[in-house]
């Protein structure tokens, strides 16, 4: 699993095969490329930063 982190201070979690990238944007924001949760396609979103979760590990 991936947890991004939000500008907002709020987080998710994605399963890291839909993690695509993460880059800086021109503008000098962090930005990840993530499919889409219906698997139509990509989308770009703002982040802080990510952390990778290990398998069997309870995180809080």
Known sequence: MI????????????????????????????????QKPDGSGLYEFEITGFELLQLGVRYD
């Open 3 to 34: 947890k991004y982190l939000y500008p907002d201070g709020t987080h998710c979690y994605r399963a890291l095969h839909t993690a695509h990238a993460v880059f800086y944007a021109e503008d000098g924001t962090l930005t990840a490329r993530a």
